[in-house]
């Protein structure tokens, strides 16, 4: 019996009236130091000297285990095709925007990457090819102009590729903290909100399935106490729907705002380098206020922002 049971020292596991086991993540629990059981009653009771630090633990992992379980009976429902699904088509669609938006824009990242690394090998060509035709300058006079020309025409590409190249890292720099600082930051919250969906169509779930039962005194206290657990998840799940939405606004105008300054910096940049404008090159950077690594300087960067 019940009674005999209590007295042992492994996990209790209830069984209902007709003999079978009841595994109801709610009803399995286990049972640590002594317990009472009531004269006529088949319930089991934890004694007053047991309400501690540790079995006030014991009751969140309980919480805990129930609503994993049922977090994890409704995800497996929704994608077995059989539980419903609470959907803001409007949000939904941002978050999905904003998902595709990072990707393209990480790629974008990495070609600007590729982009600069091929730059910085052609500048170091170009400054070795400047060096041999100096070289050669001093050691054939026949020739010493037109070595010297060459010259000074590659170490002038040399340099302004350096000037180029700090604007493309600046732009790469700005990106990268764009998505992986910015972004990454309202896609936490995203995460945060998709979870509280989940509970809450899952305590949802729960308290349908007991008003379609019947109603009598051993349901209605399960009942209220679903209706309670699913008002909790409700409002929790309308306060992060809610914030998520403000993020989203939020980090829409600082998409804008960075992206545009940051790809003006690129055009202009990569058009001053190319039609050998070195004026409009170096006015460029002064407009965003970048400015170079200097030989020997500390910062582990090419630019710097001021």
């Known amino acids: 019996t019940m009674a005999d049971c209590h007295r042992g020292s492994a996990a209790e596991i209830p069984v209902t009236s007709n003999g079978d086991l009841d595994q109801s993540p709610d009803k399995v629990f286990l049972r640590v130091g002594t317990m009472q059981t009531p004269p006529g009653s088949g319930a089991v009771v934890l004694s007053d000297d047991l309400k501690n630090p540790a079995m006030e633990k014991l009751d969140l992992v309980r919480k805990w285990s129930i609503n994993t379980y049922k977090c994890t009976r409704q995800i497996l429902s929704e994608k077995l095709g059989r539980g419903s699904k609470t959907v803001d088509l409007e949000l939904e669609a941002q978050i999905e925007l904003l998902r595709e938006n990072k990707r393209k ?13 091929q730059l910085s090998q052609i500048m170091q ?4 090819l400047g060096d041999a035709f100096a070289d050669l300058s001093l ?17 002038l590409l040399s340099k302004n590729g350096e000037t180029l190249l ?52 051993n349901t209605m206290p399960k009942i209220e106490q679903s209706q309670q657990q699913f008002q909790i998840h409700r409002e929790k799940f309308e306060r992060m729907r809610n914030d998520v939405s403000v993020k989203l606004k939020f980090l829409e105008e600082n998409k804008v705002k960075v992206l545009h300054n940051q790809l003006i910096l690129f055009h202009n940049a990569i058009a001053a380098y190319y039609a050998g404008n070195q004026q409009q090159l170096e006015q460029t950077l002064k407009q965003f206020h970048i400015k170079l690594k200097m ?9 710097e922002e001021h």
């Open 295 to 303: 030989p020997g300087g500390e910062s582990p960067s090419w630019l």
């Open 125 to 128: 060509t170009q400054k070795q």
């Open 166 to 217: 700090g604007a493309i890292n600046f732009f790469i720099s700005s990106v990268d903290t764009l998505v992986d600082k910015t972004i990454e930051d309202t896609m936490i919250n995203i995460k945060q909100y998709e979870t509280a969906r989940v509970e809450y169509d899952a305590y949802r779930t729960d308290l349908e399935e007991l008003n379609l039962g019947p109603r009598d005194g």
């Open 105 to 117: 824009y990480q790629n974008v990242i990495k070609l600007a990457q590729a982009l600069a690394n």
């Open 139 to 155: 050691k054939s006079p026949e020739l010493h102009e037109e070595f010297g020309y060459n010259a000074d025409t590659q170490r």
